[in-house]
């Protein structure tokens, strides 16, 4: 009976753990980028990007960027450290429910021990949960508070053209935490020309990216963004695929946010469009994988003096 029951529970907390390691594991999608946020905006880098009709949550906060935090801006945690979430949270989920099965974390008592035991596992959880949490809700409080940034629909210009409509958006307000002041920021106004620009490039990346045509991409976008696309090219290589993508259509696209800061302007907009994407094995070329869906992201394109519209960051949507 007694094994019976103490076989039950280590069955239970296997598949605990299990569930746990499943959610850990991370969801990779292909396409440039993977499916994170990675990339540099500014003095924005780490400020999430304003809600639009076509990102009605917004866009995540940046995961990677070779921008460093000026005292104003808060870096994301590292990955893996949150807690609540991956391995330890799956840790904490099989301990539990072992404890409510009566074995917890050490398993195996009786009677009055286990009673203890129990109890004493829960108050421990709840501890270290208080305690995490303090932690956390400490490290994520914002070193200053600004005013929100001044978002413009896409929609509502006239004499818009194409998928995207054309509106300015308004410069950043707000202190820096410390005293000091954000980077001076203007306004910059971007028209029908500029939309066609980022639909272009759009389409032209995924079309380098699929070539694996590392000199297009160094024109296309930023050399930060060049190496993050390398990365994922060397490691799909050493998986020996190529990543193939295709029939890339703008299906709707509007900005969140444009400004200015020193000769540099940038524009950040919401993209929704519908690709082809394919994995094929690099040796053989057999097809290993096709999908044909839509993605919402949002990108942001810098311009300096002189130059056309390049590629400086690409984020996922809320």
Sequence with gaps: MFTEISRRRRVAALLALAAALTVAAPVVEARPGGGGSFGSRGSRTYTAPSATPTA??????????QTAP?????????????????????????????????G??????????????????????????????????????PAGAGAPYARSSLND???????????????????FGGGQRPPQ???????????????????DVQDAYSREDRVTLGNLSTPEMVGY???????????????TISDVKLLQGDLAEAWGEDRTDYATVAMRYALKDVMV??????????????????????????????????????
């Design 104 to 141: 917890g974390f050490f398993g195996g008592l009786g009677g009055l021990a286990s009673m203890i035991g129990l109890l004493f596992q829960v108050g421990l959880v709840v501890l270290v949960v208080m305690l995490a949490l303090r932690f956390f809700r400490r490290r994520n409080e």
């Design 56 to 65: 009605p949550g917004g866009g995540m906060t940046m995961q990677r960027s």
């Design 185 to 203: 920021t203007r306004p910059v106004q971007i028209g029908p020309a500029d939309y066609q620009a980022f639909e272009r490039l759009l389409g």
């Design 70 to 102: 000026s005292p104003g801006m808060q870096a994301p945690a590292a990955p893996g450290r949150r807690f609540g979430g991956g391995f330890f949270a799956g840790l904490l989920g099989a301990g539990l429910i072992g404890a409510l099965l009566g």
């Design 281 to 318: 094995e690099r040796a053989s070329g057999r097809v290993v994988s096709t999908d044909t869906s839509e993605a919402t992201e949002l990108w942001t394109f810098l311009r300096q003096p002189g130059r056309g519209w390049v590629l400086s960051a690409i984020q996922q949507t809320r």
């Design 229 to 243: 696309f390398d990365e994922e090219l060397r490691n799909n290589a050493a998986r020996g695929v190529v990543n």
């Design 157 to 175: 210009e006239p004499g818009a053209r194409g998928p995207m409509g054309a509106a300015p958006a308004g410069p950043a307000a707000g202190m």
